[in-house]
Structure formats: C-alpha cells, structure tokens
C-alpha cells in the first residue's frame, strides 16, 4: 500500500466547484490585492480564534515579524523562544534586530520548557516568542505568570495551530498578539502563500495594518517606514472557503491520531503527551523512535512517506552559528532532533492507511 506523506490534491477534489467559483468572483471584481476578500476573511478568522482584530499579511514570517514590532521589540533586545521549531521563528527576531535566546523543551510535549524560560531572562529580555508546535498549544498560564513577573510581552507563533485550544480559549487569542501561516500544508492552508496576525489590541492591530502596506495609513499618506507584507484576494477566497471545513478537518485529524494511538500502544515508539489543558489540532503526528533514519528509510521501502520536523534546532543551524551556542546547550532539544518522525496524517487519510503505517511501523521497530 501506498501512503504518501501528504497529498493536498485529494481535497482539491472536494472543493473544485467552490473554489472555482470564488476565483471567477475575485477576478470578475478586478481587485486583486486586499480589498472586500481579504477582509471578509479578517472578520471570519478573527471570530474564529475570539480575538478583536485581524490583519492578514503574506506569510505567517511577516506575521510573526509585525507581532514583534508592534510589540516594541527593537536592536537590542532578547526573545525568548524554543530551539525546537522551524527557522522563521528566529528570522522574525532577527529581523527587529534583536536576539533570539533559547530556552530547551520539555521532551514530553516536544514544546517549550516553561521552566526553562526564567533561567534565560536578562535585563535585555523584551518579549517571549512560545510556538504551538505540531498543533499543540504550550502552558501558557505557567508562561504568562513568567511574562508578568518581568513585565514581558507573550506572543504566539500559532503558525501550526489553527484552531487549538488552551483552557477553552482558541490560541491566537492568549498573548498580546499571535502569528498564523497559511502555507498550503498548514491544516488552513491557501493556494499559495499567506498568514495573520491576530490580537485585541486595537492599535496593535492599526500598527500591522499600516505597516504591512508600506506604512500607509490614508491614501498615500504614510506614517511609516514599512513592509510590501500584503495579502492576495484570491488567497482569501479560498481561505474563506476553507474555515468552513477547518473544524471538521481538525476532528478527522483528532480521529486518526487516536486510531494511531491504539495501533502503536505496544511498539518501541515514544508518542508525545496532551497536556490535560489543550485540545490539540495535529497539524503533524509525531512520534520519537530510535534510530529514526533506519526507521525512515524501512517505512519508504514499504511505501510510507514520512517527514523529520526538525533534524536540527535552531542553534545548531549554520544560519544562527553568530548567536554562539554549540552541541549540549539544549540537550533535550537536540536528543529530540534525533528521535522525531512525522507520520503521515491528513483529513484525507483513511482508517486503512493509518493502519498499515502504524503496523508497519510496530514490525519495523518491535512491540514491547
Ligand atoms: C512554527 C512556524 N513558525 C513560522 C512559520 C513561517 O510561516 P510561513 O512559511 O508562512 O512564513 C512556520 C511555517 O512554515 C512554522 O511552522
């Protein structure tokens, strides 16, 4: 049997009618950038998450990087984040100028350490950056208590985690402002690129407004130096389309990770735990195994398309080598790195698929 990683044309299947008819609208209306879609979809997402305000920009990186700003992160000051989560989120940092600072991760949750974070505060400390990882809202009341303590802003790289939930409350709407992506892969995913910023900060929300549009705030009047960070219609038209399903998607998701759940109780793998307060989304089902490479490369020789998210952390990338961190700095983070693998789950995938993976993956690596 064939189950490939991902397959984002199944559900194309599902939504041609709709979608192409959303583009006919978009393209009949000759607005292109912005406009009536896009804010439609603001109003929609921000109801969504329970947060006042949306400001939908290019990529969930602008969204994240216009969090920082209107939070007031400037050349130098420290964010404190994971190691344990892709580059963008020490980008977004890197790109106010300040510094990414690295707190390790709890490994049972593979998000985060909140008890790790205190130990990482410095004078220079300005905001806290926590990543939902893998659809997994962080404890952020452990967090928050930190932040107030220091006089620290929290903000949210939900970028994996639409439609989660912390104690009842969507994330996107628990720190001062939150970053979504809408990368194609992502459970809302557009056509193309795409991301948001969300908060109840109304003149946060002003900020990221007028500083995704070249910092213009009336017509050719610009108050700012800003950003090209806006978003297509198109996109929003599909985005639009695809909220209505985000909820049903997401409890197919919840479906197949328990079916995987009860295929694997008894094999040598590892499964990451809920915390009691979250109602995690899934946008990835990960597993830590020994020997993940071997692993790997058997469930490809039976026609299991899998993923690593992530093989390396942060400061053990090339890219961040300046920051001056080296092997051991983060040991929980990078034993992590060695033992994650990402199973294939999608709504799309069947009870079968789910099946042959998991039992595919127990004779790879034994029950116990
Ligand atoms: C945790 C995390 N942060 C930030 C990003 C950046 O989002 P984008 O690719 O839309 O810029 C991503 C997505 O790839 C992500 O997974």
Redesign the pocket.
Known sequence: MDVPYFDLALQYVELRAEILEAIDRVCGSGIFVLGEEVEQFEKEFAAYCGVNHCVAV???????HLALLVAGVQAGDEVITTPN?????AE?ILYTGARPVFADIDPATANIDPQSIEAAITPRTKAILP???YGQPVDFDVISAVAAKYHLAVIE?A??AHGARYRGRRVGSLGSAA?????P??NLGAYG???ALTTNDARAAALARALRHHGQKDHYEQAYVGYNYRLDSLQCAVLRIKLKRLDAWTQRRRYLVDLYRQHLHDARVELLRDLPEVRAVY?LFVVYVDDRDRVRAELAKRGVGTAV?YPRPLHLQPALAHLGYGPGSFPHAERACERVLSLPLYPELTEAQVEYVARSLREIVGSR
Do not use: I, M, R
């Open positions: 290019n990529s969930g990186t602008s969204a994240l989560t892709f580059l963008a989120t977004a990543v939902h990882l790289d970028c994996q970053a979504f992506s809408f990368y892969t992502k690129e795409g991301g946008h998210h």
